[in-house]
């Protein structure tokens, strides 16, 4: 806006018209939302995409919430109007940030422990440290203009803690978040990586806890891979990623013969059988020879280890018939009205019996199966007894039944006979 | 009864036949019904004590520094003897995915198989996908046994 | 039998009771074509007197309480030698005495024993049907299972929605604001207490009443007798009627006894206030038929609230229902139709609508 400059009264006049608008607008903004004044969303508000930020959405940065600015990363001259001010490079504006100089824009507040201290003491600052060392820092210093740099993930302008669900790094979004370049197969032409892993992880079980039913437990893309270090883990190293939740899996497998064998041929551990990314919930049909079969990927049919496989099968089929069964007799007994909360309980247990026998599978060994498989039969067997008890006891109740309507009957019968005798 | 002469009707007897009849009737009917009230009236062996206490244990059947699963109401419980001694009991259902938890005497913790959650000794969740605490119950050793009992409401 | 006669003649030196039985020797029931339906209201008295014995029985294992209702009543059905049985024959025989008691009602209604000088009977007797209705909600809640819970909350809330005094009533129900643990030890109060005492004191005042006017006999018959005086039959109640009462009462213990044993009562889930209810709650079977038609009311009629006009005017029929009798007393001729076609709609509506809420979702 241009202050004019003639001397004439009807100039003067329009330029005390504009002082009197620079401060009533001025004051406007100092009443309504009490912060300094900031020329540059006054402008930035009303422009267009990609120019445009609203006071809104800049509200909502963690940036804006801690007292920082545009200035603060833009530099310029937030107090002034006049654009040349604003943004003159005098006052130290950059413009907009390049790609290539995001990194080290954030890295020089968010690497400074004695800086980030003032405002969480207990956010780490080794981010910029670690995206050196992952596959996009490495890229990026070699000046692949491509990959991610801090914004892309965390967005910026309303930038959020990743503990707000709105977070783009918050765990619920994070797979979302890192599919928008990895599943983009015409950005992801050059890179001989494939883009199916958002597809393949949405089909699985982790996606399933953490997305669908919110368990904040269950691992995204960051938990095996890091966040800031992003690198896929080694092949060697899967085991220890899986491990970190599925402890007893990985003890199992470890004293197994597939450990030593996978190793040799550089296979990563737990993948080949259950994947990377589409980790879909295990059946037993794992070990069986029909749909879903992951033995006879590798073993030949007939052979000593295909035999094994058969028993390790068998056991759990065993169990798991069973359970079935005796919940079967309990589920009747409790229709005909009778009291089997106890079996019920312990269906239960019989049923975490055959979970730990499915567990003891990764050590491949009969011996430990057959621990587990004979501790659930025993339970399943006491279960099975008290729903057939409860059957019979139902029996009985009706052979009680029967003995007292006789008793009733008679008494009917008697009655007759008597009233017709004192009547004739 | 008396017998009459042969060939004469026995009006008497044949009532008395029903009346007889009718008496072992009600006799019978009564049975019946006073059976199962008396053997109801007899208290069974198992003393109900609801749900709020349940005896867990006897003294000196767990060692120190180990525990044991016992039922409680409709689900199951854990009781833990201590290492330094004193007994520690709450629900054994884990609060991730409802897998059993048992007390691991290496780590001195409660812990649950399924995806490695960690509980300390007063079921307060410290480590791994557990979101919520194992609710604590109040122990109480009476002579030689070890009672749990829920904690009072306010 | 000279034993008998020995207790006998030494109870009436002391007690002078032949002349307090003689009337009772004499007592007669006429004889004719609808006399089975004299039956109706000795079966809802025999069930209750089961209602009373297996309601003892249950009470010496019984907790109220939140924590312990349901347990204990777990505890009767498992561990307590036929816990089953009795608990079965309790809430079977509650179901079924309702039954008879309305069957009862309408066959009085229908063969018009309202009538002068039976107005008092009739009065004590719907009475009774209310008091056997709070019998019925009372002891429903008992168990403390979902399904209760979740009724007895829907039904004391319909209670509160009477202009004025239905908030304080509401209140004094549950005991609180909710229904909660107090809720069920004052139902449990009102249950083994307050209406026991009630409805013994009304059962004495109806039997006294019948005792001393008789059994009424229906118009068409009187006509009947009227002009035919020797077609007039009459049965001496003891021993003749009182042996046949004694036969309907062993075939009513018979169906209880089979349905206690083949179709035993449901537990259920215990009561958790903290869970949403149950999609499709809906009260006790002789609830339906109002449940339902305050459901078919629309939100509002004119300017009322469409529930508070129907439990208004539940209440409304509730009472003339109970003043029938002094309606019929004016006019005689021309109200005895209107009272018979207003039973058959009132027949037809409460089972019309008790099917229509049982299929309703």
């Given at each position: 806006?241009a202050?004019?400059r003639?001397?004439s009264p009807?100039f003067?006049?329009?330029?005390w018209?504009v002082?009197l ?9 100092n009443?309504?939302?009490g912060q300094?004044k900031?020329?540059?969303?006054d402008?930035h508000s009303a422009?267009?995409?990609p120019?445009?930020v609203t006071?809104d959405?800049?509200?909502?940065d963690?940036?804006?919430q ?6 603060s990363?833009?530099?310029g ?6 654009p040349d001010?604003a943004?003159?490079r005098?006052?130290g ?7 290539k100089q995001?990194?080290q ?6 690497s400074d ?5 003032q405002f969480n003491?207990?956010l780490?600052?080794d981010?910029?440290d ?6 996009h820092?490495?890229?990026f210093?070699?000046g692949?203009g491509?990959v991610a740099?801090?914004t892309d993930?965390?967005?910026?302008h ?6 707000d669900p709105?977070?783009t790094v ?9 599919s ?7 950005y992801m032409?050059?890179?001989s990586i494939p883009?199916?892993q958002f ?10 806890a953490?997305?669908?039913r919110?368990?904040?437990s269950?691992p ?9 270090g992003a690198?896929?883990p080694?092949?060697?190293k ?8 599925h ?5 199992m497998y ?7 064998a996978f ?10 059988c259950?994947?990377?990314?589409a980790?879909?919930h295990p059946?037993?049909?794992?070990l069986g020879t029909g749909?879903?079969a992951?033995c ?5 049919p ?19 018939a069973?359970?079935?069964?005796a919940?079967?007799?309990v589920?009747?007994?409790e ?5 089997v ?7 239960n ?5 055959l979970?730990k ?11 430990l ?12 067997a006491?279960?099975?007894?008290a729903?057939?008890?409860a059957?019979?006891?139902?029996k009985?109740r009706r052979?009680?039944l ?7 009957g008679?008494?009917?019968v008697?009655?007759?006979l008597?009233?017709k005798?004192?009547?004739? | 009864?008396a017998m009459?002469?042969p060939?004469?009707?026995?009006p008497?007897?044949?009532r008395?036949?029903v009346?007889?009849f ?5 006799l019978l009917s009564?049975?019946?019904?006073l059976y ?8 069974p062996k198992t003393?109900d ?9 006897k ?7 180990s ?6 109401g409709?689900?199951?419980g854990l009781l833990?003897h201590?290492?330094?001694?004193d007994y520690r ?5 884990c609060t ?5 938890v048992?007390?691991?005497d290496?780590?001195?913790e409660?812990w ?6 960690k509980y300390?000794?007063n079921g ?13 119950f109040?122990v ?5 046994e070890i009672?749990?009992?829920?904690r009072r409401?306010a | 039998?000279?034993?008998l006669?020995?207790?006998?003649s030494?109870?009436e030196?002391?007690l002078?009771?032949?002349?307090l039985i003689a ?5 007669t029931v ?13 079966i809802?008295?025999?069930?209750f007197?089961?209602q009373v ?7 010496l294992?019984y ?18 030698q036929?816990?089953?049985?009795i608990r079965?024959i309790h809430s079977?025989s ?8 309305f069957?009862?009602m309408?066959?009085v209604?229908?063969l018009?024993?309202y ?7 009739w009065?004590?007797?719907v009475?009774?049907l209310?008091?056997?209705?709070g019998f ?6 008992l168990?403390?299972?979902?399904l209760?819970f979740?009724?007895t909350?829907?039904g ?5 929605q009477v202009?004025i ?5 509401m209140?004094?129900l549950?005991?609180?604001?909710e229904?909660t643990g107090?809720?069920?030890t004052r139902f ?6 307050v209406?026991?005492?009630l409805t ?14 008789g059994?009424s ?5 009187e006509?009947?007798?009227a002009?035919?005086?020797s077609?007039?039959r009459?049965m ?8 046949r009462e ?6 009513a213990?018979?169906a209880l ?6 179709f035993p ?6 009561a958790d206030p ?5 999609a499709?709650i ?5 609830f339906?038929?109002m449940?339902?038609t305050?459901k078919?009311?629309?939100a509002?009629?004119w300017?009322v609230?469409g529930?508070?006009l129907?439990i208004l005017?539940f ?14 007393s ?8 209107w ?13 019309g ?9």
């Open positions: 806006m202050i004019l003639n001397n009807a003067v006049k329009a330029e018209r002082i608008v620079f401060l009533v607008f001025s004051a406007l903004v009443v309504s939302d300094a900031n020329s540059c969303l402008c422009l267009p995409e120019l445009g006071q959405t800049f509200a909502g963690i940036h804006s801690k007292g920082l600015s545009c200035v990363c833009h530099g001259d937030a107090t002034s109007d006049e001010q943004m003159s005098k006052a504006w950059k413009g907009k940030i390049d790609r995001v990194p824009l954030c890295g020089s507040c968010h422990p004695a800086y980030i201290r003491p207990s780490r600052t981010q910029l670690q995206y050196r060392t992952s596959v820092g490495k890229r210093a070699a692949d491509k740099v801090c993930c965390h967005s910026v309303d930038l959020r803690a990743p503990s709105r977070s918050n765990p619920v979004n994070v797979a979302m978040t890192c928008r370049c990895h599943s983009d197969a015409n032409k050059e890179y883009t199916d597809a393949r992880y949405s089909q699985s079980v982790h996606h399933d953490l997305a669908v919110g368990d904040l269950a995204t893309c960051t938990t095996c891979h890091g966040n800031h690198v896929p080694g092949v060697d899967v085991q220890n990623v899986c491990s970190t939740c402890v007893f899996q990985a003890q470890e004293q197994s013969l597939h450990k030593k190793q040799a041929r550089s296979l990563p551990g737990c993948v080949v259950h994947s990377n990314h980790i879909t059946t037993d049909a794992k749909p879903g992951t006879t990927e590798c073993h030949t007939g052979d000593k280890c295909d035999q094994a496989r058969a028993e390790l099968l068998g056991g759990l089929n065993r169990l798991d069973s359970i079935r069964h919940d079967e007799v589920a009747l007994a229709s005909s009205g009778m009291e909360s106890e079996a019920r309980l312990g269906q247990q019989a049923r975490d019996a979970t026998a499915r567990v003891t599978v990764h050590s491949f060994r009969q011996d199966m057959d621990q587990d498989i004979q501790a659930g039969l025993n339970i399943a006491k279960d099975l007894e729903g057939q008890k059957m019979a006891e139902y009985h052979i009680g029967g003995v007292s309507l006789l008793a009733i008679t008494v009917l008697s009655l007759r008597f009233i005798k004192i009547e004739s | 009864m009459t002469n060939g004469e009707p026995t008497v007897s044949r008395g036949f009346a007889a009718l008496g072992g009737g009600f009564a049975a019946a019904f199962p009230v008396v053997r109801y009236l007899i208290p003393a004590m609801g749900s709020d206490s349940v005896l867990a244990a003294v000196g059947e767990l060692k120190p520094n525990g044991k699963i016992f039922r409680f409709s689900r199951p833990i201590t290492a330094e001694g009991a709450m629900s054994a259902t991730h995915l409802s897998c059993t048992q007390y691991r290496d780590l001195r409660v649950c198989a399924c995806h490695n959650g300390n000794l307060r969740n410290i480590s791994g996908p557990p979101p919520r605490p194992l609710e604590a109040d109480q050793v009476r002579g030689d009672f749990v009992r829920r409401e | 039998m000279s034993r006669r020995d207790v006998s030494w109870v030196e002391r002078q009771w032949n002349d009337p009772l020797r004499k007592k006429p004889l004719h074509r609808l006399s089975y339906w004299y039956f109706l209201g000795g809802t008295l025999f069930l007197m089961i014995l297996t309601g003892i029985l249950l009470l294992y907790r109220p309480g939140a924590n312990e209702a349901f347990e204990s009543i777990q505890y009767i059905m498992t561990q307590v036929f816990g089953w049985l079965s079977w509650a179901n079924l005495m309702i039954f008879t008691a069957a009862h309408f066959s209604l229908f018009k024993a009538r002068k000088p039976r107005e008092l009977t009065l004590t007797g009475i009774l209310l008091l056997l209705l019925g909600f009372s002891g429903y809640l168990p403390w299972n979902t209760a979740f009724a909350k829907v004391t809330e319909i209670t509160g202009p005094v239905g908030n304080p009533s209140v004094f549950r005991g609180g604001e229904v107090a809720t069920l449990f109060g009102f249950h083994v207490a209406l026991p005492g013994t004191l009304l059962i004495l005042l109806h039997l006294l009443l019948v005792q001393r006017q059994m006999v229906p118009p068409s018959v006509a009947e007798w002009a035919q005086p077609a007039r009459e001496k109640f003891f021993p003749n009627f009182a042996l004694l036969m309907a009462w062993y075939v213990l018979g006894g089979a349905l206690a044993a083949i009562w449901n537990l259920g889930v215990k903290f869970a949403p209810a149950p499709g809906k009260p006790e079977w002789y339906l038929f449940f339902q305050l078919l009311i629309p509002k009629v300017f609230d529930e508070v129907g005017a209440g409304a029929i509730g009472l003339l229902w109970i003043l029938l009798p002094f309606f019929a004016a006019k005689p001729s021309l109200t005895k139709t009272i018979t076609g207003l039973a058959g709609f009132a027949l037809a509506y409460i089972t609508m008790s099917v229509y809420g049982y299929l309703a979702k």
